[in-house]
């Protein structure tokens, strides 16, 4: 990333040294690299080869830069049999920036020129990509556990889940299971979302909206937020999951799904709300949903909006008992659904 941002500059010994790593650990770009070697790029990377750089340097999963599905491996298919110029191809570029915008700006910086230095990359990353779903049925316990998830609640777990949460239309449907990677330390490289909190009171209230700005429900928290608030949510109330989730750290919280049920979210776009972004320095763009077409025209920022109404009535909620805390919270975003509706 250094180098690709070029702050500050590289020097000639700085380039060698990480050409020699990034080919051990990741071969397809050694060939790219050394053509920038041989004109002399040393300091930073050439403007053109810099959105490249930046998808390949992040901290995101390879899934996250080219998602693997049917249709998006149609498209490279597709784009790697036709010729090495598709500017012209106007229906291939379109199933592109809808499908991975990323991909779409990459190409774009080279003014569409695929180079074979560019098809092995972009082959390569889709390949991890498409590892990280592996077949269910081919699959051993050692290479993907998978818990029984599947056991629905019992009758004491589902009235603890009463207590702390309410979601008149999405009940719990199913456990939420015990993972691996749920005794693993987080990882320091990856987006961090600074939390504070009272030392007496609760950290806050975790709530749900769909993209016309009704309040599915909400969630009292015990802990300061973490991905494993909204990974329990959706794995245990939803059938399938959703096909877009945005969320203020929804980097995290795909990669806190991939290392847990990568399965269950393979057709899932995650995206960083507007609001939110300037956050986050190291995860890729594809989380930005300025990012993502399919995301055009809707509010991602509805329900940092909403949350400021709950704000007002913090002095009040605060010091309530729980009766009293539910029944208020119910109440008034009851009242705020109504009058989203009776808008329409």
């Known amino acids: ?47 053109e080869h810099r959105p490249l750089l930046e998808l390949l340097g992040s901290s995101s999963p390879a899934c996250a830069l080219i998602p693997y599905n049917v249709v998006n491996e149609q498209i490279l298919s597709k784009m790697f049999d036709s010729p090495k110029d598709i500017s012209r191809d106007a229906e291939l570029l379109n199933s592109i920036q809808i499908n991975i915008p990323l991909l779409f700006e990459i190409l774009k910086s080279v003014s569409f020129e695929i180079s074979p230095e560019y098809k092995e990359i972009i082959s390569e990353v889709f390949a991890k990509s498409k590892d990280t779903f592996p077949n269910p049925s081919a699959c051993t316990s050692d290479q993907f556990p998978k818990p029984k998830t599947e056991d629905p609640l019992t009758k004491e777990e589902l009235d603890i889940a009463s207590q702390t ?15 691996t990677a749920d005794k693993g330390k987080f990882n320091a490289e990856s987006c961090r979302k600074d939390s504070t909190r009272h030392p007496t009171l609760l950290p806050g209230i975790f709530t749900v909206f769909c993209e016309h700005g009704i309040c ?11 991905p494993n608030v909204p990974f329990t949510f959706i794995r245990t109330r939803f059938l399938t999951a959703p096909s877009v989730v945005i969320y203020d750290n929804a980097c995290n919280l795909h990669a806190y799904f991939l290392n847990r049920d990568p399965l269950f ?21 594809i989380y930005h ?4 077409p399919l995301l055009d025209g809707v509010n991602t920022q509805m329900v940092e909006q909403n949350n400021s109404k709950l704000r007002k009535l913090k002095s009040q909620l605060s010091y309530m008992n729980h009766q009293n805390f539910m029944s208020h919270l119910k109440f008034f975003l009851w009242h705020c659904n109504k009058r989203v509706l009776d808008k329409k």
Request: charged share 20%.
């Open 1 to 47: 990333m250094q180098y690709c941002l070029g702050v500050p500059p590289l020097c000639e010994a700085d380039f060698t040294s990480m050409k020699k790593s990034i080919s051990r650990s990741f071969p397809p770009l050694g060939p790219l690299l050394n053509i920038m070697e041989n004109i002399g790029c040393f300091e930073s990377c050439p403007p």
């Open 265 to 285: 979210v393979q057709n899932t776009t995650f995206a960083v709300d507007n609001l939110h972004w300037r956050n986050h320095k190291s995860c890729s763009k």
């Open 216 to 226: 599915y429900g909400f969630q009292i928290m015990e802990n300061n937020e973490s």
């Open 165 to 179: 949460a309410f979601f008149p239309k999405l009940v719990p449907i199913r456990q939420r299971g015990r993972y």
């Open 289 to 292: 949903a300025k990012n993502i």
